[in-house]
C-alpha cells in the first residue's frame, strides 16, 4: 500500500509556463484534494473531489484546474505558472464513510521564477 | 466562514518539558477538530481528532478537549521528547462530516532540544 504519492518532489518553473503535480492513491478513497501551504498561512485548500467526475472549488482556485477522471488520480494544472503559485502543493485523500483521518502525499515544492 | 487561530511560535523547549498549544476555532454548527503534525520533509500524519464537545482526542502522549464553550482545542504533553519537534497544525472540518474540507491554522513550529 503506497498510500498517496505525489510527483513531481521539486519543480522550477518560469513564469508563464505550465505543469501538471500528478497525485495518485491506492486506497480506493472518494475524497481528494489540493492544498498548498505558505509559510505562516498554514494549508488552504485549491480543490476537492468527492468522487470520479466531479471536482468542486475550495478557499484559493484561481490560477489552476483540476479533473477526476479515476478514483485513483487526481492532477492539478497549472496553466500559466505565476511567482504567487511559488508553495508546497500537498494532495490528500480520504473515505466519505467512517473514518474522518486524511491521508496527505509528501508535497510538492514549486518554485515560479 | 470557518477560521482557525493557532498561538505565535515558534516553541522551543527542553526535553521532558510541559507542551500547550492554544487553538480556537470559528465555525457554524458543529465542526470536528483535528490536530495533524508535520515532521521535516513530509507530509502531514493525522495525531488526534474530537468529533463532539467534550471528546478528547488522545495519541502518542498527546491530547486535546474539544470545548464548545470556549470554542477551543489545544494540545497538550506532559513530557516532549527530541523526536517531537515538528509543525504542529490544528484544523477543523466544518457541519461533522467524516470527510469534509479541512480548514486549518497557520501551524506552529516546535522544537525540543535535549
Known amino acids: ?30 475524497y481528494m484534494s489540493w492544498y498548498r501551504q505558505d509559510p505562516g498561512m498554514g494549508l488552504r485548500l485549491i480543490h476537492y473531489s468527492v468522487g470520479a467526475g466531479i471536482t468542486d472549488q475550495g478557499e484559493v482556485p484561481n490560477g489552476y484546474n483540476v479533473s477526476r477522471s479515476t478514483t485513483e488520480d487526481f492532477p492539478l494544472r497549472l496553466l500559466s505558472a505565476a511567482p504567487s503559485q511559488t508553495s508546497v502543493y500537498f494532495c490528500a485523500s480520504s473515505s466519505t464513510s467512517g473514518s474522518s483521518r486524511q491521508f ?7 518554485t515560479v521564477l | 466562514g ?34 495533524y503534525v508535520q515532521y521535516p520533509g513530509e507530509g502531514l500524519q493525522l495525531l488526534l481528532k474530537a468529533t463532539k464537545a467534550d471528546d478528547k482526542g488522545s495519541n502518542k502522549g498527546f491530547e486535546a478537549t474539544y470545548r464548545k464553550e470556549t470554542t477551543s482545542f489545544h494540545l497538550e504533553k506532559g513530557s516532549v521528547q527530541v523526536s517531537d519537534s515538528a509543525v504542529y497544525f490544528c484544523a477543523l472540518s466544518s457541519g461533522g462530516t467524516s470527510y469534509g474540507k479541512l480548514t486549518f491554522g497557520q501551524g506552529t513550529i516546535l522544537t525540543v532540544h535535549p
Open chain 1, 104 to 110: 496527505f502525499g509528501p508535497g510538492t515544492r514549486l
Open chain 1, 1 to 30: 500500500n503506497a498510500g498517496v504519492t505525489q510527483t513531481p518532489k521539486f519543480q522550477v518553473l518560469k513564469t508563464g509556463q505550465s505543469m501538471t503535480l500528478q497525485c495518485a492513491q491506492d486506497m480506493n478513497h472518494e
Open chain 2, 2 to 35: 470557518n477560521s482557525v487561530t493557532q498561538m505565535e511560535g515558534p516553541v522551543t523547549l527542553s526535553e521532558e518539558a510541559f507542551l500547550t498549544i492554544n487553538c480556537t476555532y470559528t465555525a457554524t454548527g458543529y465542526p470536528s477538530l483535528f490536530w
